[in-house]
């Protein structure tokens, strides 16, 4: 019998313990050991039982759930999903748990928080599947001071915002100028800052799919704009992509690559959800099979489930070079494996060497 995944809830309202509770103990493969009004109760029940993942709120009583998070990774690291209402908008603060090691965030409204999560129940337990799975390892060195949408909606593929292939129609030919297509979710906002980091500041221009809720992108753009050569922002319909460019695509809208002449430009949209997400990686990686075709890199980087894996296929197809993550540095292995296993991977290389990998494929034309 397949052994079942150990949960502690840390929240100071007892609806919402009550309500997580209920959710995640309706999986069949997850276990609720216990709760906690505030991380001092939190620690008492770790040292009582270690769990396998921790759901934790940010503003509760004497500890904030940051400082406790810091302090878990630092003593006793545990996969973590930081479940917490946005402390108000354009906030950085969640985006610092993800920095100190929270595996996802699932925000919650202040009202109707109960229905909410009654509502978010497929998006719970998979958050907290996929970081039972989450391979913790120190945060790289910092040099500074799935998104995933909420509801059990059907699981749509990318056919439903861009069309799929014509056969025997291909995209543009060969030429020497390339875009560079990433897709990541949970574990990618680090795994995301290493790569950009490594990168010269002449790069091909970038489009990113991070899985994250929308009130994060710009937060996280902006991050990374400070540390890396290339500039960063978050993705605005029409945007260019340029040469030493990275555009991160928004929460909570689909990205596409779209071309005028040798030009290409991003399309920002609405849409339903595609495998499950918004932004997709697929609904990026098809739109770069169909439209930038041989001159295209695609890499698919750590995440849960498989978004991301269908549309490496059709980049391959096309004659773009495509890249997996491989399992001994992701986080999760999830979405590099799909990949992986449907034959959509040229290359598989560590986190370490992708950005290297960025520059041959530039400089070689390949």
Not at 97 to 121: C, N, S, Y
Not at 142 to 148: K, M, V, W
Not at 291 to 300: D, E, K, L, T
Request: net charge neutral; proline share 7%; charged share 25%.
């Amino acid at each position: 019998m397949k052994k079942k995944i150990k949960v502690l809830i840390v929240d100071d309202s007892a609806s919402v313990r009550q309500t997580l509770s209920d959710i995640l103990g309706s999986d069949s493969e997850i276990k609720v050991i216990a709760t906690a009004q505030d991380p001092y109760i939190a620690a008492r029940r770790i040292a009582e039982e270690a769990p396998d993942v921790i759901t934790l709120d940010i503003e509760m009583p004497r500890m904030d759930g940051i400082t406790f998070l810091r302090k878990i990774m630092t003593q006793h690291p545990i996969p973590v999903v930081m479940c917490s209402s946005l402390p108000e908008p354009g906030s950085d603060t969640l985006m610092q748990a993800l920095e100190a090691g929270a595996v996802d965030v699932i925000l919650k409204p202040r009202l109707g928080t109960r229905q909410f999560l009654e509502d978010a129940r497929e998006t719970i337990c998979d958050a907290v599947k996929a970081a039972a799975q989450a391979r913790l390892r120190p945060l790289p060195p910092r040099t500074d001071g799935s998104s995933r949408r909420l509801g059990s909606e059907k699981k749509l593929n990318a056919d439903v915002i861009i069309p799929p292939p014509t056969p025997g129609i291909r995209a543009m030919a060969r030429t020497t100028e390339k875009v560079i297509c990433i897709g990541a979710s949970t574990g990618g906002t680090e795994a995301l800052r290493a790569v950009l980091k490594a990168l010269p500041l002449d790069c091909p221009g970038i489009v990113v799919v991070q899985h994250m809720p929308e009130v994060f992108t710009a937060a996280f753009a902006r991050g990374l704009d400070a540390l890396c050569h290339v500039t960063v922002k978050e993705a605005v319909d029409g945007d260019p992509v340029l040469r030493g460019h990275v555009l991160i695509a928004p929460g909570n809208r689909h990205t596409l690559l779209q071309r005028s002449g040798a030009r290409y430009f991003v399309s920002v949209r609405d849409g339903p959800l595609v495998s499950r997400h918004r932004p997709s990686v697929d609904v990026l990686f098809r739109s770069a099979a169909q439209c930038v075709g041989a001159n295209a890199v695609g890499i698919i980087m750590t995440g849960m489930g498989d978004d991301g894996a269908n549309g490496l296929l059709e980049m391959r197809n096309a004659g773009a070079h495509t890249i997996a993550e491989s399992e001994e540095t992701c986080v999760v292995f999830g979405m590099p494996k799909e990949a992986i296993e449907r034959g959509a991977a040229i290359k598989i290389l560590p986190l370490g060497l992708l950005a290297a990998e960025v520059r041959r494929a530039d400089q070689s034309g390949i």
